[in-house]
C-alpha cells in the first residue's frame, strides 16, 4: 500500500513540474454573436505584429508548432507576410491565398513594462543571512490577439491577454500557443 501511495505522489509531483507555471493569463475575451453557424477553422495563419524579425519568427514557429502538436494545421506568417511598421491588408490576403488559410490570428503586444515585485523576510542568499526584505523587476506585457475569418474578413474572436514573464519570450509563446488553442476549440472556433 505505501508503494502505491508513494507512485502516486511521485507521479503527481513530476506533473506539477512538467505543467509548470503559466505566466499568461486571459484578461477578457470575445466572440463575434453571429458565430453560431460558423464551422471550426481547419487552416490558421499565425501573424505576430513585431518589428523584431527573430523575436516575430520564433514566435510565430513556436506558437505554430504548439497548435500543430493538437492537431491544428497552423501557418508561421513570417514565411509570407514581410515585417514591416505598417503590417497591410494586402500582404496578409496574398499569404491567405498562397497558404489557402481560412482563418488569420494576430497577436500584437499593447501594453509593456517594468514592475517592481517586493517580499518580505528571506533575502536571495541562499540559506539567507537573515531574514531580509528583498525586491526584484518583472517584465508585464499585454498582448491582444485577434482572429478574423478569411472567408468574410471580418474579427470573429478577440482577447486580451496579460503577461508576466514578457523578458522570456519563447516561454511566453509556449504559452500562449497552448493557451490560444485550448481557447479557440472550447469556442468552437478551431
Not at 513570417?78 to 494586402?90: E, S
Not at 470573429?156 to 481557447?183: P, Q
Request: glycine residues 6%.
Amino acid at each position: 500500500m505505501k508503494s502505491i501511495n508513494i507512485k502516486l505522489l511521485l507521479l503527481l509531483a513530476a506533473m506539477l513540474i512538467l505543467s509548470g507555471c503559466s505566466t499568461v493569463k486571459v484578461m477578457e475575451t470575445w466572440k463575434g454573436s453571429s458565430l453560431t453557424s460558423v464551422k471550426p477553422f481547419k487552416k490558421v495563419l499565425v501573424v505576430n505584429i513585431n518589428l523584431d524579425e527573430n523575436v516575430r519568427k520564433m514566435y510565430e514557429d513556436v506558437v505554430a508548432a504548439e497548435m500543430r502538436d493538437k492537431g491544428i494545421t497552423a501557418i508561421p506568417g513570417h514565411k509570407y507576410v514581410k515585417i514591416t511598421k505598417n503590417y497591410n491588408r494586402k500582404d496578409i490576403q496574398a499569404a491567405v491565398e498562397k497558404t489557402g488559410a481560412d482563418a488569420v490570428l494576430i497577436t500584437r503586444y499593447i501594453d509593456t513594462g517594468d514592475q517592481k515585485v517586493s517580499q518580505q523576510g528571506q533575502g536571495s542568499v541562499l540559506y539567507g543571512e537573515g531574514y531580509l526584505p528583498s525586491s526584484w523587476d518583472v517584465m508585464i506585457a499585454t498582448m491582444q490577439v485577434n482572429l478574423y475569418s478569411t472567408a468574410s474578413e471580418q474579427l470573429v474572436w478577440s482577447a486580451r491577454i496579460k503577461t508576466s514573464d514578457a523578458d522570456n519570450k519563447f516561454h511566453v509563446s509556449r504559452a500562449m500557443g497552448n493557451l490560444l488553442t485550448d481557447l479557440l476549440t472550447k469556442d468552437g472556433l478551431l
